[in-house]
């Protein structure tokens, strides 16, 4: 029992996390505060869903095509909405409340679309849906898979971010957007790619959960809170923090579940948010403003 709620919760714990990163990475580069994040999931679940029931292509085959789309739907969103919030705003506190309304009203739309198409429903599909011993306790197949690819892109996006010239400008935007024109970096861009990189984890999220998730239209708000959540606890735009706190929630809701009662999971979650937000308020990884 206890390995079977070990694994469930670090599966869990690790979709909080890679859905989460894209979040922060938006908010803390594009200083975009995007409502919208969690319809994108669920569109890419759908995708899914779609592409496996109709067509027969495998998820993890079908993250090849919905992580580009995700990408390309970030880049042009940003392009043709969000820019010219950023062109007309005074202040970073101006931008985040003109995105919020910006993306607040993109939500209705991509959730409106995704209702006319597949309906209000619950949807699901069988993939891998067999038992593997791991330790002595049965797990299902896809969510083992399911924590495979959360660590795989996850990893990837902390390597590429802290490893290369690239993720080095994207970080350095991040902490200093006033002064990294300075050194040559053209912020626009950097704000733009990271919205799109953004938009691409969240396709990926979407993907990862439609294997051994049900999901619905509307479902789309619920996985933008818990990456809220998520986010502040890690720390604004700091991969390492939202991959440390998607775990601590996952475990911990995942226990509570488990050994207490199934009802008390949305609570235990904020004591938690609330616990790391009076100890720290910067977040577990994030700097203080002091």
């Known amino acids: 029992m206890l390995t079977t709620t070990l694994i469930s919760g670090l599966v869990l714990g690790g979709t909080y996390a890679l859905i989460a990163m894209g979040l922060t990475i938006q908010y803390g580069i594009a200083r975009i505060m995007n409502l919208a994040y969690g319809e994108t999931i669920i569109a890419a679940a759908f995708l899914a869903y779609v592409l496996y029931g109709q067509w027969g292509i495998d998820p ?54 995704m209702l ?112 809220l959540v998520v986010v502040i606890m890690g720390g604004v735009g700091n991969i390492l923090g939202a991959l440390s706190a998607g775990l601590i929630l996952g475990l911990v809701e995942t226990f509570v579940a488990s050994y207490l009662d199934p009802g008390l999971t949305l609570a235990a979650t904020y004591v938690i948010f609330l616990a790391v937000l009076l100890w720290r308020p910067a977040g577990l990884f994030g700097r203080s403003s002091r």
């Open 60 to 113: 993890v085959l079908g993250l090849l095509i919905a992580v580009p789309i995700g990408f390309a739907f970030g880049y042009v969103i940003y392009g043709l909405m969000l820019r010219p919030l950023v062109l007309r705003s005074a202040s970073r506190e101006s931008l985040e409340i003109d995105s919020i309304l910006a993306t607040f009203g993109l939500l209705f739309v991509i959730q409106g679309v």
């Open 116 to 227: 006319v198409v597949f309906g209000s429903n619950y949807t699901s599909y069988n993939y891998l849906n067999v038992g593997i011993d791991v330790f002595g306790a049965v797990v299902a197949a896809n969510r083992l898979l399911a924590l495979a690819l959360a660590i795989v892109i996850g990893g990837g996006l902390y390597l590429l971010l802290t490893r290369t010239l690239w993720g080095t400008a994207l970080r350095a935007v991040a902490v200093a957007p006033k002064s990294a024109p300075l050194v040559g970096i053209d912020v626009n861009r950097a704000a733009r790619f990271a919205f799109a990189i953004g938009c691409s984890l969240a396709a990926a999220g979407g993907v990862v959960v439609s294997t051994y998730q049900t999901f619905t239209a509307t479902a789309g708000v619920v996985f933008t809170m818990k990456a």
